[in-house]
């Protein structure tokens, strides 16, 4: 980047020296092309984390800003010229400033190039339109081209974003709308042949609503990890009704004998009543589990509160009631469907697609610009598709 833009400051100096040539005279005060250049590069030192190709692109940003100011200097440049090419530097950094991450910045970098070309040679054309005459190219075409796929590319892009931003909310504990509907397909098929820049829009987008749709498909399809742990809570549940049962039976009809005391603890005037309501509480989790045998296991439900803070004088029922509740949201962290997960997800789509859809428009408008500039340069040359 650094030598295309050298060869594109030695192309217009030679372009312009007849224009100082010819000139009678040459009463300028010097600008202070130095003072300028550490103005500038205060600027660009505020960009943080360049990647190499971006760094030499700012590298020559303040190389072509100090040489514009020096030809000006040398009476090579005409007021109007001088303050194209500084504007157009200015507005380079200003740009790669707003760039809000590293593919935005690699796609700056790529454009630079063609865009610096662009703007030195409005400058000359001004400053001598009648000497300047510029030929279309292969390269110019090619440049075009790719610049009018890359807006038809983000244009067809951006309704999905949309419709991602809209379809990926959470009400109710449900599976959000987005998850049901083709749109995965579309991004793996756009990560896969899409424009590169698409490509790279797609490959996020797509991980981000992975992370959000895959839990709900292991709620209603569980993996083998979280049936193993809803077996392990089935088992759990029998050895409880079992104890509890045992309970019971020592107490009405009794007696309450020494083995009795040895499992469970010396017997309370609370024992049975304990034991009774314990009972009562592990027959409605069985009820519960029972209704959504063939349904997402009930991970919301109120019932596992209730357990997880309700306190028992009965030893066992104070050991393992709560323990159920504490099993069950075991399961639902290990599917991912507990509410910060769920939120999270929610919040990581959300500034996802924000961000993609101001990135989207900061494009658009920089390849529309482009795009403006070279037909307003080349115009009858190019061919009707181009125009």
Known sequence: MRLALSISVLALTATLAPIAAEAQSCDRLPRDCDAEARAFEARARRLQNLSDPVQAGVDALKLRRRAACLEWNAC???DAALQRLTNWADNELQGLARASDAAARAAWARGLNQRGQLAMAQSAAAANPAAFQPQLTPQVVESILRLKEEEESLEAFRPLVIRIQRGSVVRNHRKPPICDSDT???LRTLV????????????????????????????ENPPENVQLMLTELDSRIQRIDGWLTEIIQCVQPGPYSSSCRNAYGAKTPQTLSDARRAMGELNRVKALLRRHRNRPFPCHDRLWARLARTQWSLRTAEAQIPGLAQRANRVCERIGVVGEDLQEAQDDIRDETERLVASIAQYLTSR???????RNVYGDQLPPNLR
Request: charged share 25%; aromatic share 8%; hydrophobic share 35%.
């Open 184 to 186: 995965r397909r579309e």
């Open 368 to 374: 529309r610009q482009a795009l403006t500039q070279l």
């Open 76 to 78: 090579a440049l005409e």
């Open 192 to 219: 896969r042949s899409g424009a590169q820049l698409v490509q790279s829009y797609a490959g996020s987008l797509q991980r981000k609503l992975n992370e959000l749709c895959e839990p709900f498909e292991h709620w």
